[in-house]
């Protein structure tokens, strides 16, 4: 066997086909994909903190909601904008920018945007220039040729997952019953991402009044384990 001179130093290029395409997908949108989305949260923090997510069903209605009503829907839009063919990113990053209600939300799709274009880029052959987390998604996965419904799903699987772990963690919440949650929310998933997948600039808007409270306590907290 080869030492470690025998480590290739460039990746590999990626194999043509659906199955490959399918396979990447997957990698760019796992939750460990290094975005830096494990110290992100998106206000849920000072939700649990106040009490008003406390268990797994109070997690699973606040999840449901930011997925119906707040960024979750949001987001899902601007990545299928993102995703068709001729799409303008420069005018969808700035779109999602001013879609951003507080400095923190702002912050962390555009660190957690530039980090995956960075990386996203010398396997997907796409631009690596910074951008929120949702147009820098549709960016690098336009090529993949995968059907824009299940990119935007495997997307909000992700963002979802980020968060119930963030409870995990914060939380006397275990693992099972984490996972309890994110198999439960999968129906609303799929259904958003069939939604948004056929969904245009006038579908955008939301009202997850709770939420978007939350991420603006977030920043005035005294202590703090997540970013946002």
């Given amino acids: 066997m080869g030492g470690p001179s025998a480590i290739p130093t460039d ?65 899902a839009v601007l990545l299928s904008l993102s995703l068709r063919p001729g799409a303008d990113h420069a005018a969808l990053d700035e779109l ?32 690596a220039a910074p951008a929120a987390l949702p147009v820098a998604v549709g960016r690098a996965c336009a090529p993949l040729g995968r059907p824009a419904a299940e990119i935007i799903a495997l997307y909000l699987h992700g963002q979802a997952l980020n968060l119930i772990q963030a409870a995990v963690r914060f939380l006397p919440l275990g693992q099972t019953d984490g996972q309890r949650v994110l198999a439960g929310l999968a129906p609303a998933i799929l259904r958003l991402a069939a939604c948004a997948a056929d969904a245009d600039r006038d579908d955008l808007g939301g009202c997850a009044i709770g939420a978007e409270i939350a991420q603006a306590r977030h920043e005035t907290m005294q202590t703090r384990i997540f970013r946002t």
């Fill in 96 to 127: 999602a920018r001013a879609l951003c209600l507080t400095a923190e939300r702002l912050t962390e799709t555009l660190e957690q945007g530039a980090a995956f274009a960075r990386t996203a880029a010398p396997l997907t052959g796409t631009d």
């Fill in 11 to 75: 990746p590999p290029a990626w194999p043509a086909g659906a199955d490959a395409a399918r396979l990447l997908a997957l990698q760019l949108l796992s939750p460990a994909f290094p975005t830096g989305a494990f110290a992100h949260a998106q206000g849920l923090e000072w939700a649990m903190d106040s009490r008003a997510v406390a268990d797994a069903a109070s997690l699973a209605r606040w999840l449901a909601d930011v997925l119906d009503h707040g960024s979750g829907w949001s987001d």
